[in-house]
Nanobody, 119 residues
Framework: QVQLVESGGGLVQVGGSLTLSCTAS????????MGWFRQAPGKGREFVAI????????HYAYSVKGRFTISRDNAKNTLYLRMTSLKPEDTAVYYC????????????WGQGTQVTVSS
């Protein structure tokens, strides 16, 4: 199966921006819709955004709509999440995964990347 490595997380101030990257181990990356998910401290993992395997159709969770932008570069086997106007509630570990609807297609997760938004 595809191995995914998330990166780009870090500490950012409220209102700031950050771009996350997700790199896949092989070209099968381009065969699936891809998504970003996150898990805040003490909470369950939630859907953030998805992008189609072909084309650039996207869908976002209401909480991030208008602030986050998901994109992909299949030639580089890479998924991105551009986050702007960050809020403290965006603090979470962010994960990427192939998706089916708003769910993880295979149910497996990488290590994720920590995003901390400070006041």
């Amino acid at each position: 199966q595809v191995q995914l490595v998330e990166s780009g997380g870090g500490l950012v101030q409220v209102g700031g921006s950050l771009t996350l990257s997700c790199t896949a181990s092989n070209s099968t990356f381009g065969n699936y819709p891809m998504g970003w998910f996150r898990q805040a401290p003490g909470k369950g993992r939630e859907f953030v955004a998805i992008i189609a395997d072909i084309g650039s159709s996207t869908h976002y969770a209401y909480s991030v709509k208008g602030r986050f932008t998901i994109s992909r570069d299949n030639a580089k086997n890479t998924l991105y999440l551009r986050m702007t106007s960050l809020k403290p509630e965006d603090t979470a570990v962010y994960y990427c995964a192939p998706t089916m609807g708003e769910q993880n297609r295979f149910g497996t997760w990488g290590q994720g990347t920590q995003v901390t938004v400070s006041s």
